[in-house]
């Protein structure tokens, strides 16, 4: 219409834009992988509940499967990274962890970058903002262990990212590849699904630009595209890897994997009498990571985000919202690590209460404002000192030294019988991963309630006496105590964490200084000149 001020949008910003300073993103990210790189465990650990990593790093070295939901982005990733002719084969896989988590950190310095209006001091914000959330003692500890959440703290600061620029006027193909790495993301943890409400609310405000068919139908392209990365499972399981969750060349078994059905009893499965206490955790969780000066910051910059853009805002809250909630009811000793995501949160807000502290130092003295912004660049290295002790890993061999205890202390051809994930997942990691005693069998007690567990352990040790149980009630004991008789004249069998109810009927020798006993008939001690401290 005649004297109508056409729209201008916003030039795109981005990574590779014109207008882009590529130094504070740079230097997030040099400065996170060098500390990553330098507190990095480098053999296999379970410290930071990463009892998890032996189950990974066993699966990607294979290109089998691990525990449900499978994670297929995660094991293919991990697999290219072992190929890298550096250290052992957990180092290797622990160091996509550090890449993940640093370009993550690098991400959120270039997003809050391009969000904060104050351009003079936007550099040195984003900078101390994203290093805070990088020495964070929750992004930090798994950005040096085998596990799946710092790779999707990466895919969430990619996703968040890509969408602030499009958002910004960034073209169509930018929402296509967010829909291609959301796809491929759902490979890393089923929990960034999280992230399309979160989308859509922070994209509603230019809803006629992705209405249109030529926008949102490529968009599903995409992203069902990049969900075909679970095909890997059927695929894997074709080629009968040693590790093999759930066997998912059915349709009935690819779904057992995918939903995690296993699991499924721990979702919102807190029970109530807990709930105090972890509140009380949580919210000590909370101020460990950023401590309380920090806190103060991020809540009060959020109300700032909310008052100048909220739809950012409400976005990010319900992302944050979303995971918090699921988390938190989730049953199991360590659900804060889905809390990853949600640093997305805690680092817009911080830049921008740090921005409006600077602010009102200006105004309160011109030195202030310089005063005040040396003390804001250096709270995350006031954090990288308090938590480097408990978060170093360098010099950490727990894990590696039971394991090589135990695979040097069995006799030759040895019955391993396990329990818990931790030593089950490391003796997959000696004996699979490595290729250590080729002659040891290992078998996980729970899993022999599954049928295509004993099928399995049948393929991988023909000798072994794995029957079908003779009826539904026949009890997970029963059929430990029946493989133990049937294995004991033709191998030596040990346990690393024996269940009470065998007990009965075998005697559990333990053998000196570790966990790991010799299985005998009931009344022996000693036998084939082998004595064992009782």
Not at 288 to 296: K, N
Request: glycine fraction near 6%; proline fraction near 8%.
């Amino acid at each position: 219409m005649p004297g109508q001020v056409p729209k201008v949008r916003p030039k795109p910003t981005c990574w590779c834009g014109k207008d882009a300073r590529l130094w504070p993103p740079l230097m997030a990210t040099i400065i996170a992988l060098t500390v990553y790189a330098v507190t990095i465990a480098p053999e296999l650990t379970f410290a930071h509940h990463g009892t998890d990593g032996g189950d990974l790093i066993t699966a990607a070295r294979t290109l089998g499967i691990p525990h449900p939901p499978g994670y297929p982005t995660y094991t293919l990733l991990a697999w290219l990274f072992i190929s890298l002719p550096a250290g052992s084969i957990a180092y290797r896989v622990h160091l996509l962890s550090a890449v993940s988590a640093a370009l993550a950190v690098g991400l959120l310095c270039r997003t809050v970058q391009v969000l904060l209006p104050d351009k003079e001091s936007s550099g040195a914000l984003s900078v101390a903002a994203s290093l805070t959330t990088a020495f964070a003692p929750l992004l930090w500890s798994q950005a040096v262990i085998a596990e799946v959440y710092a790779l999707l703290t990466l895919f969430a600061a990619l996703l968040f990212h890509l969408w602030v620029h499009w958002r910004h006027g960034g073209p169509d193909s930018t929402l296509w590849l967010s829909a291609l790495l959301l796809g491929l993301g759902l490979g890393v943890h089923l929990t960034l699904i999280a992230s399309i409400p979160a989308a859509l609310i922070l994209l509603w405000p230019e809803r006629r630009r992705w209405e249109r068919p030529g926008v949102w139908l490529p968009c599903l392209g995409c992203l069902l595209l990049g969900m075909s990365v679970y095909v890997y499972l059927p695929l894997a399981a074709a080629h009968q890897p040693p590790l093999n969750w759930g066997d998912p060349r059915t349709w009935d078994q690819f779904v057992w994997v995918v939903s995690a059905r296993p699991y499924q009893s721990l979702v919102f499965g807190l029970p109530w009498a807990e709930v105090p206490r972890r509140m009380a955790t949580w919210a000590a969780l909370l101020i460990e990571q950023f401590g309380w000066w920090g806190l103060i910051l991020a809540l009060a910059g959020f109300l700032g985000w909310w008052q100048r853009d909220r739809f950012l805002a409400l976005s990010l809250l319900v992302w944050a919202s979303l995971i918090g909630i699921f988390s938190f009811f989730y049953h199991a000793p360590d659900s804060y690590v889905y809390l990853l995501p949600t640093l997305l949160w805690w680092t817009l807000g911080w830049s921008e209460g740090a921005r409006r502290l600077l602010h009102l130092a200006r105004r309160l003295a011109p030195a202030g404002r310089w005063l005040t912004l040396v003390g804001i660049l250096a709270l995350p290295f006031l954090s990288l000192g308090i938590h480097w002790r408990p978060i170093d890993l360098s010099n950490e061999h727990e894990t590696s030294a039971y394991l090589v205890g135990v695979l040097n202390r069995l006799e030759p051809n040895a019955l391993v019988i396990t329990r818990g994930d931790a030593p089950t997942f490391a003796l997959w990691y000696g004996l699979y991963a490595e290729r250590q005693r080729p002659d040891v069998a290992v078998v996980n007690a729970p899993l022999l309630v599954y049928a295509w567990y004993r099928a399995q352990i049948r393929r991988l040790y023909p000798d072994l006496n794995v029957a079908e149980p003779e009826s539904d009630r026949t009890s997970l004991a029963s059929q430990v105590k029946e493989l133990i008789a049937g294995t004991l004249p033709t191998r030596p069998v040990y346990a690393t964490d024996p269940d009470p109810a065998w007990q009965a009927e075998f005697s559990f020798v333990p053998m000196a200084s570790i966990s790991l006993y010799r299985v005998l008939p009931k009344g022996e001690s000693r036998r084939s000149g082998q004595f064992y401290v009782k």
